[in-house]
């Protein structure tokens, strides 16, 4: 589903990823682990295609087709979906009214109708459901006023309308008190372990994992991969810290 060969790409000038190489199947969720400031954040924003970061060599395939090639919104009609370590408020703009709009504009890319409204808010209120999540939450401007925990939740809500192919989740854990935690893990299985999917999640801590078990962990230190294996990776990193594993 997506082959990252060789990728390097600068923030500002300065090279952040360097010869990164990473493939994911259909079917399997990934885990990237590393420590600050290795790059992960990079990673997402430049395969979402985010202005600024800037791809300088290496190439990115995603289900048949030149990633790199097309638009942050084509990305995102294509099936890729971006969860965001810091999500955006957009005043002004209700979760709904923009959920409705995105998910239109990914129909409208693959020439279907608009869903009506009524088939829109049936998907909302499911969705929502799964996530635990209050559907007048979701009247309201997109997280504007929302807590760092319902940020993560409503942007797991707007997955679960999305119903993307790939979705790379940054940091989805962070702020999440253990209830919380579960909720995500719990609703990011429900929307994406599937045989058509993939996942892949950037986390600092081992937490997440309990929930969602990755088949596959890697670490990114220095913008490239340094190392991989399976789930017991993580718990190695959680115990031993990434100086000692990935040295
Ligand atoms: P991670 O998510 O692994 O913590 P990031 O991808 O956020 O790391 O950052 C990688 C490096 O890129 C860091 O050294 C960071 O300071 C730098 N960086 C990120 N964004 C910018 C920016 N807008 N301008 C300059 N440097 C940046
Ligand atoms: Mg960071
Ligand atoms: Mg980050």
């Given at each position: 589903?997506?082959t990252?060969?060789n990728?390097h790409?600068?923030v ?5 990823l360097?010869g ?8 399997e969720?990934?885990?990237?682990m590393?420590?600050?400031g290795?790059?992960?954040?990079t990673l997402?924003?430049t395969?979402?295609g985010r202005?600024g970061?800037e791809v300088?060599g290496?190439?990115?395939e995603f289900d048949?087709?030149d990633?790199l090639?097309?638009e942050?919104?084509?990305r995102?009609?294509?099936g890729?979906f971006l969860?965001f370590?810091?999500?955006?408020e957009?005043p002004?703009?209700?979760?709904l ?9 990914q129909r409208k890319?693959h020439g279907?109708e ?15 459901g799964l ?5 007048d939450?979701?009247k309201r401007?997109?997280n504007v ?5 319902e940020k993560?939740?409503a ?5 679960g309308i999305l ?6 989740l940054?940091?989805?854990d ?8 579960r ?7 429900a929307i994406?372990r599937?045989p ?5 999640l ?5 937490r997440?994992l309990?929930?969602?078990q990755?088949?596959f ?6 913008g490239?991969i ?9 718990l190695?990193l ?5 100086e000692?594993v990935a040295?």
């Open positions: 589903m997506l990252i060969n990728l790409a600068t500002a000038d300065k090279p952040i360097k990164l190489s990473l493939s994911i199947n259909a079917g969720i990934h885990a990237i590393g420590p600050n290795a790059g992960k954040s997402g924003y395969l979402g202005p970061y300088t290496g190439s990115v048949g087709q990633l090639a097309l942050p919104h084509e995102a009609a294509a890729l969860g370590q810091y999500p955006v957009i002004g703009v209700s979760n009214q923009f959920l409705r709009e995105a998910l239109n504009a890319g279907e608009p869903l009506s409204g009524a088939a829109f808010i049936k998907r909302a209120k499911e969705q929502a996530l635990r999540f209050d559907m939450m979701l401007p997109v006023g929302f807590s760092g925990g993560k939740r942007e797991m809500v707007q997955m119903a993307p192919k790939l979705a790379i940054d940091e989805t962070s702020g999440l008190d253990i209830d919380a935690l909720i995500v893990g719990e609703g990011i299985n994406m599937k058509d999917k993939a996942v892949l950037i986390t600092h801590y081992q997440l309990d929930y969602v990755p088949d962990v890697h670490v990114l230190a220095g490239r340094v190392k991989s294996g399976g789930p017991e990776l993580a190695q959680e115990s031993e810290g990434y000692a040295a």
